[in-house]
T-cell receptor
Framework: NAGVMQNPRHLVRRRGQEARLRCSPM?????VYWYRQLPEEGLKFMVY????????ESGMPKERFSAEFPKEGPSILRIQQVVRGDSAAYFC???????????????FGSGTQLSVL | QKEVEQNSGPLSVPEGAIASLNCTYS??????FFWYRQYSGKSPELIMF????GDKEDGRFTAQLNKASQYVSLLIRDSQPSDSATYLC???????????FGAGTRLTVKP
């Protein structure tokens, strides 16, 4: 039973290019969360998705960032026209149902380290 | 004021000692509290969660919650070098979709 799979593990982009980060949740999980982690900082919530729906994108920058979780295939976090400040580790987490106080577990992927040159 | 605050450390304890990690939060609506461990370059993994005031024990780990003081802590007894990692405190609000994380405390257990 594979865990949350993220790829690529490392992604290098030049300023102005596009970055696509992929996340396949655990089998049976239909809820996906994306977090960003800057060096020496905690995880910052970006977006919460269910299959084909964005539920909460309050943590995502209004410009250049978008996320999707199609009916088939992985969730994608897309960053257009990347800038150096986008360099960070991006973690995806999944849960089997909507996260509630009695459904405590978020399962994290290994993350994608984005480096913008 | 940050929503979830932790002492960044580093916190250094000798092997076999008790490591005490602290966390304060600003939102009184917070309902669920979590401790994650993150090794360098790895993903966070859940260690403990607690909802009610008081202590919750799991093996060498004890989580303590005081909602009146908006304070949650993690005690690690008989610390081992393998416990050396960054420990992230996280809180979740009632009905919220996201979990808010602190910046983490780096713990080093010296043999």
């Amino acid at each position: 039973n594979a865990g949350v799979m993220q790829n690529p593990r490392h992604l290098v982009r030049r300023r102005g290019q596009e970055a696509r980060l992929r996340c396949s949740p655990m089998k049976g999980h239909s809820h996906v969360y994306w977090y960003r982690q800057l060096p020496e900082e905690g995880l910052k919530f970006m977006v919460y998705l269910q299959k084909e729906n964005i539920i909460d994108e309050s943590g995502m920058p209004k410009e250049r960032f978008s996320a999707e979780f199609p009916k088939e295939g992985p969730s994608i976090l897309r960053i257009q026209q990347v800038v150096r400040g986008d360099s960070a580790a991006y973690f995806c987490a999944s849960s089997p149902t909507r996260y509630t106080p009695t459904n405590e577990k978020l399962f994290f992927g290994s993350g994608t380290q984005l480096s913008v040159l | 004021q940050k929503e979830v605050e932790q002492n960044s450390g580093p916190l250094s304890v000798p092997e076999g000692a008790i490591a005490s990690l602290n966390c304060t939060y600003s939102d009184r609506g917070s309902q669920s509290f979590f401790w994650y461990r993150q090794y360098s370059g790895k993903s966070p993994e859940l260690i403990m969660f607690i909802y009610s005031n008081g202590d919750k024990e799991d093996g060498r780990f004890t989580a303590q919650l005081n909602k009146a003081s908006q304070y949650v802590s993690l005690l690690i007894r008989d610390s081992q070098p393998s416990d050396s990692a960054t420990y992230l405190c996280a809180v979740k609000n009632v009905g919220g979709n996201d979990m808010r994380f602190g910046a983490g405390t780096r713990l080093t257990v010296k043999p």
